[in-house]
């Protein structure tokens, strides 16, 4: 191999490396383990309830009220991005459903009454929304 020929292949791995990282970041996360450990996503329900989430939400699993302005929680489960902004994993929907403002400032969320354990509960329940 001569000296030109090697610098542009090395050079073109070189691009590919940036590009495969970008594609990667994009990937369908909606298959990585999303199990929380000592979660009880009934509690979870109990919690969505009480704190009145579904004024602001659609949420399978509460039949009144059927809020819109915070959208449908149904398929919440397939979901790949949490407010479009965030990977969808346990400890970061927990920190989400526990203080989004947090995260996300300018969110109309509003930080949430309940514990670490209770957002954890609610993230469980959450996980359980999968489209039919």
Known sequence: MQTGEYLRTTSGL???????VLLSACADKRQQ???ITGADAAAGLAV???????????????????????GSLDGFADRSMIAG????QPETLATW????????PKTGM??????????????AYLYTL???
Do not use: K, Y
């Not at 070189?14 to 495969?20: A, K």
């Not at 969505?48 to 009144?64: F, S, T």
């Not at 309940?114 to 993230?123: H, K, N, W």
């Open 33 to 35: 383990p999303r199990d």
């Open 48 to 70: 969505i309830e009480r704190l009145g989430c579904a004024a602001c939400h659609q949420i399978p699993g509460v039949d009144w009220p059927q809020g819109t302005v915070g």
């Open 97 to 104: 459903v526990r203080n989004a403002p947090s995260m996300s």
């Open 130 to 132: 999968e489209h039919d």
């Open 110 to 123: 509003p930080a949430m009454p309940m514990t670490s354990a209770e957002a954890r509960d609610v993230a």
């Open 14 to 20: 070189l691009l590919m490396v940036p590009i495969l």
């Open 85 to 88: 902004q965030f990977p969808n």
